[in-house]
Structure formats: structure tokens, C-alpha cells
């Protein structure tokens, strides 16, 4: 009986993750109507955006390091990796404004938090742009 039983247990149970699964494979198959939706995950623009923003801030990681690297090796950082650093955070800053002024980028943005990154990143600029004038 018992026997029966873990067999008839079985069956269904295996016949529910059957039905499961080709639940799963229907809505991955079916197109999601997305344009009433004001979603940022599914924008085109604001995922344009995003890539380019986290290519920016890597970008700038990427220089960071070779700035420390020269601080560390010459005492200074080349003027070449100043003026590449500038151009960086000033895209940066671009990219900054843009999600702020945007309707489509700032939905649900705590414009307060990137106020004050722009003001950080302009503060950032600003130094460097006053190294670059003394050291050159």
C-alpha cells in the first residue's frame, strides 16, 4: 500500500513540475507589452544611458589607478593622464546633469543625492583643472 502510494505521490508530483515548467516556457515565449509602462529597467534610453555611464565611471576608475601609479612613481601625475581624468569626469558630470534635466531618465531619482554628486564631481574638475594649470 504504501508502495501505491509513494508511486501515486510521485506520478502527480512529477506531472505538477511538468505543468510548471511548460508555464514558465508560455510566459518567456509571450511578448510583454511594455509601452504603457514607465519602467527604467526596460527603457531603451535609459539603459542607453546607464551603459554609458558605468563605462564612463570605469573609465575613470581605470585612469584613478594610473594617476596613483604615477603620484606613487614621480611624485606627480603625467599631464596627459590629468587632461584624460578631465575629460572623464566632465562626460561624467554631462551624464550626471542628463539623468537630472530628463523626464524619461529621473523617474523615482533623488534629485537632492545627484545634485550633490554634481557638485562633487564639479569640485573634482575644478582641482584638476587647477593641478594641471600649476604642475604645467
Do not use: F, H
Not at 505538477?16 to 529597467?41: D, H
Request: positive net charge; aromatic residues 8%.
Amino acid at each position: 500500500m504504501k508502495s501505491k502510494y509513494l508511486v501515486l505521490v510521485a506520478c502527480l508530483s512529477l506531472s505538477m513540475m511538468a505543468a510548471a515548467q511548460s508555464t514558465i516556457e508560455r510566459i518567456e515565449a509571450t511578448p510583454v507589452n511594455v509601452s504603457n509602462l514607465k519602467n527604467l529597467t526596460v527603457s531603451p534610453m535609459y539603459q542607453e544611458w546607464l551603459a554609458r555611464y558605468q563605462q564612463v565611471g570605469d573609465a575613470i576608475n581605470a585612469v584613478s589607478d594610473q594617476y596613483q601609479l604615477e603620484v606613487n612613481k614621480y611624485g606627480y601625475p603625467k599631464k596627459k593622464t590629468i587632461q584624460k581624468k578631465i575629460e572623464l569626469v566632465t562626460q561624467y558630470i554631462t551624464l550626471l546633469k542628463q539623468q537630472r534635466d530628463s523626464d524619461e531618465l529621473n523617474q523615482n531619482l533623488d534629485v537632492k543625492k545627484v545634485e550633490n554628486k554634481i557638485i562633487m564631481w564639479e569640485e573634482q574638475l575644478n582641482g584638476l583643472n587647477y593641478l594641471l594649470k600649476k604642475i604645467y
